[in-house]
């Protein structure tokens, strides 16, 4: 899983999350907030979908907003999320999803920092971190 086009089923999701990591991006809920293990993560890198291993943010990218999420003040890329309308909870607000397999990551708020003002509002559980390294065929050719 998590290589190439394949989207997983889910079947497949359900034999593979955990009931948490399902819980948020299969059914939307939404983790308590300061619970997650990556909103103090601070290392160089990306962070993926735990669904289907999509690149999604950048670490560049995040911020301390003081909400208790992880916080982004841009996708890794126009095409890394989708967004459409949330209503539920009695509140108007834009769902983020993940534009290759759907999975429910947050929402995006407009009170984020200049100049955007976005403020991707992110599940810990939602995503993994990959760790910024060079990848071992490139760095293994400079040599020969
Ligand atoms: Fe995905």
Request: net charge negative.
């Amino acid at each position: 899983m998590a290589e190439g086009d394949k989207t997983p089923d889910d079947a497949e999701l359900l034999r593979t999350l955990t009931p948490a990591q399902y819980a948020v991006t299969r059914l939307r809920a939404t983790e308590p907030p300061f619970s997650g293990e990556l909103l103090n993560h601070h290392e160089e890198g990306t962070y993926e979908c735990v669904c289907c291993g999509q690149t999604l943010f950048k670490s560049d990218a995040k911020y301390d907003s003081g909400s208790g999420w992880p916080s982004f003040v841009e996708p890794a890329s126009d095409e890394s999320v989708s967004t459409r309308s949330d209503t539920s909870h009695d509140m108007n607000r834009t769902e983020v999803i993940c534009s290759r397999c759907d999975a429910h990551l947050g929402h995006v708020f407009d009170d984020g920092p200049a100049p955007a003002g976005r403020r991707y509002c992110i599940n810990s559980l939602a995503m993994r971190f990959s760790c910024a390294q060079p990848q071992q065929g490139l760095s293994e050719s400079s040599n020969q």
